[in-house]
């Protein structure tokens, strides 16, 4: 892999928590697996309200997947030791 | 599976006369956002029109909330509002609902990417994905494969947009007649007017109607969802009504007409439409366009937390094409053939006031002019960019640019134009999937090299054209039974699976073997591979870096960069 020589001030990659980075990845790879399962859910009953179990499992996944991403979202920034805004949590900002 | 796709509908009724009312609040609200769009000019302007940074990417001055909307403008379109219902309506959840599947697993996977994409652009002054493969590789001819690619892929979904428009117009009663100038000439109309103001304004235009666009497509989206389906029985007798029209056998096929929940030997078409198309939509250009006009990296993921509320309301909108069964909506168009794409416009102006599904209709339409703008300015944009100023004329002027990028994005909407006359407008949501089977041959090109250099330039090169002419090949190869024409679906035999599976997916998956092993090859025979001008620091930058905030500060003098 070639390096940009001309790239300007080359600085380093902030340091990640690895466990914390995979968990996030576990969080964001649940919903598509669970999603592209399609013979896990391609059936009727149970129903719920009324509506056919093919069609509530899908509409809770909406909110089960956005949960999944905001969690992996604060997780991401966590391990790389970032608030929510995505500042540095510590005071050294790099050579800037 | 295909055969599923296309059924006629049985004729019963037919009232194509004028509904005066409704077309009167729809003309109205057109000129309004008319308007709106010739003086959007002025919004949150910078020095001028006249470079492609302000015409195109409207100054990069877009925070949270016109990212949101932007790219809600990119979600609900009228595959959502006329596509998806028509294909529910038609032939059931498998032809439509994995629009819903498709829309959620969409954010994990724009989560993963984006968020380097939007920081390797900032630091280098990218804006197109050509724009990036060429910096990463060096590499002309891959960013102009990538470029035409987009060019090309955002052709048939602009012509989803005018098709929608177009099933509006004929609902309300306008646009018949017998020779095909008159029939067409309404869509014709809203074809210029949303040309001359993007023409005149840029991506201001698109922004700031998408204000008033999603205000009108809420507000009919509560009183639909709330509304109808009391009106018609409840969801209980809803889905009673789907499934017993599912379940009617097709006299053409001798298939039954549908399917209620996908059935066996229907589960991977279900999965392998809903996972190609959210591995396709962040790849086409306008979708990039939108993701980087964004003010900081983490706007993204917050954005991919909170849009999945987007694919519950397209699920009900989806609903409402089961809606139409129970109501015994009878799509039928002004030449008197039944038409599915007409069911949600139908089914408002039957059981509507008139004048508020005149209002319906507005939504339908703006929500249609919207992202139509935003297709044909973004696919301008790689033109201008990637094939104008790479191969055509290097020394453009950037005033220059901007009226290369104007004009491309007259040319992009006309050829959009083409295919609403050339191809099956029985079937739109298949325009959206052929889109999807060009662009997604990108993907490894792109998203592949912002994680690694591994594989190589001609690698990628290669298996790209491989995949496209396998895709195309095998989308042109599906005939629709009912009419006989080419390019009739999306789902073809997936090979040694022995299943109906997407195109898109199958010819992704030929794309990545081909570009692996002759990756290996070019390896072995230590091929150069091009010279990387990015550096693993490039896809962690935030707006705090200083070359950041000099990007996103570019085309705009005193405002500054923050967001609104």
Known sequence: MSSGSESGPTRDVVPANKFMLVAAGVLLLVPVVALMWVGSYAKIEPRLWNIPFFFWYQFLWVFLCSAMTYSAHRLVLAARGLDGQGKRKATHRGDA | MSALLHEPVTVMATDTSVNGTALAVLIIL??????LGFSAARFMRGDNLDSLDEWGLGGRRFGTWVTWFLLGGDLYTAYTFVAVPAAMFATGSVAGFFAVPYTIVLYPIIFVFMAR???????HGYVTSADFVRGRYGSRELSLAIAVTGFLATMPYI??????????????????????????????????VLAAYTYTSGLRAPAVIAFVKDALIYLVIIVAIIYLPTKFGGWDHIFGAAQDKMATTNEATGKPQGSFVPGDGQMWAYATLGLGSALALFMYPHSITASLSSSSRNTIRRNASILPAYSFVLGLLALLGWVAIAAGTQPIGLDGEANPQLVIPQLFEDAFPAWFAGVAFAAIAIGALVPAAIMSIAAANTFTRNIYKEWINPRATPKQEAKVSKLMSLVVKAFALVFVFTLDKQNAINFQ????????QTFPAVVFSLY????HKWA?????????????????????????????????????IGEMGYIALTAFVLNILVTAALTLAL????????TDETTAYDYQA??????????LQEGTTALGAEGV
Do not use: C
């Open chain 2, 30 to 35: 057109f000129l309004v956002v008319t308007v």
């Open chain 2, 117 to 123: 994409l939007w920081s390797v652009s900032h630091r």
């Open chain 2, 159 to 192: 012509a989803l947009q005018l098709v929608g428009i177009q099933a509006v117009l004929e609902v309300s009663g306008v646009g018949g007649g017998d020779n095909w100038f008159a029939a067409d000439l309404p869509l014709l109309i809203a074809f210029v």
């Open chain 2, 433 to 440: 999937l052929l889109g999807g089977i060009w662009i997604l």
């Open chain 2, 452 to 455: 690694t250099r591994w594989f």
């Open chain 2, 460 to 496: 990628l090169l290669v298996g790209w054209a491989v995949g496209m002419v396998y895709g195309t090949v095998q989308a042109y190869q599906v005939i629709n039974p009912a009419t006989g024409k080419h390019f009739g679906g999306s789902l073809d035999m997936i090979p040694m």
């Open chain 2, 523 to 530: 390896r072995a025979a230590k091929v150069d591979n091009g």
């Open chain 2, 542 to 551: 935030d707006a705090d870096d200083p070359r950041v905030a000099k990007d």
